[in-house]
């Protein structure tokens, strides 16, 4: 059983560089979360889907968009990277928002 | 919007002793409650939750939490930590019903020493 799997797990950008984090889980949710988490700051929500076909801003979203490509996938994409990206993130998912999340493993990102 | 605050930032225990980690928020309307865990390396675990009912929540490897609404509070607890515990921990609450998204507090450190 899978669960929700991020790849890649590390990257190394430069700054200016785009990419794309993917995101996969198969657990039939139907709700799924971009966090990035920093020391000290704890995991912020970058951008959700509540649904298929739908995605909201969470509270850092400049810098990403996101795509909820169907139900299994939702990646995230950096445009043109800044070292301030440089972080950990987190992909989640939850059968509908009021129940508890899952996460990935995680990808180590950092941009030089 | 909510806020979650966790109090103690790094925590240091050796084998044995109690942990209690406190975790407040400030929404004041009904919650829904996790503490969560990430051993290092690893993704967060849910350890345990609250909807409603007893206020007093077990979860899994022995931690439990309880919640005080009048305090706002969800603070776990374990009566005897062992080295295997050592990890992040996180708090996270949300606004009952609706499309609310979980807000998490900024973690706990927890080191416990062999």
């Known amino acids: 059983n899978a669960g929700v799997t991020q790849t890649p797990k590390f990257q190394v950008l430069k700054t200016g560089q785009s990419m794309t984090l993917q995101c996969a889980q198969d657990?039939?949710?139907?709700?799924m979360y971009w966090y990035r988490q920093d020391p000290g700051m704890g995991l912020r929500l970058i951008y959700y889907?509540?649904?298929?076909?739908?995605?909201d801003k969470g509270e850092v979203p400049n810098g990403y968009n996101v795509s909820r490509l169907n139900k299994r996938e939702f990646s995230l994409r950096l445009e043109s990277a800044a070292p301030s990206q440089t972080s950990v993130y987190f992909c989640?998912?939850?059968?509908?928002?009021?129940?508890?999340?899952?996460f990935g493993q995680g990808t180590r990102l950092t941009v030089v | 919007a909510q806020s979650v605050s966790q109090h103690n930032h790094h925590v240091i225990l050796s084998e044995a002793a109690s942990l209690e980690l406190g975790c407040n928020y400030s929404?004041?309307?009904?919650?829904?409650l996790f503490w969560y865990v990430q051993y290092p390396g690893q993704h967060l675990q849910l350890l345990l939750k609250?909807?409603?009912?007893?206020?007093l929540v077990k979860g899994i490897k022995g931690f439990e939490a309880e919640f005080i609404k009048s305090k706002f509070s969800f603070n776990l607890r374990k009566p005897s930590v062992q080295w295997s515990d050592t990890a992040e921990y996180f708090c996270?609450?949300?606004?009952?019903?609706?499309?609310?998204?979980?807000?998490f507090g900024r973690g706990t450190s927890l080191i416990v020493h062999p």
């Open positions: 989640a998912s939850s059968p509908q928002q009021n129940t508890e999340a899952f």
């Open positions: 657990m039939n949710h139907n709700s």
């Open positions: 889907s509540a649904s298929e076909g739908t995605t």
């Open positions: 996270a609450v949300r606004r009952s019903g609706g499309s609310y998204i979980p807000t």
């Open positions: 929404y004041g309307g009904t919650v829904n």
């Open positions: 609250y909807f409603s009912g007893d206020p």
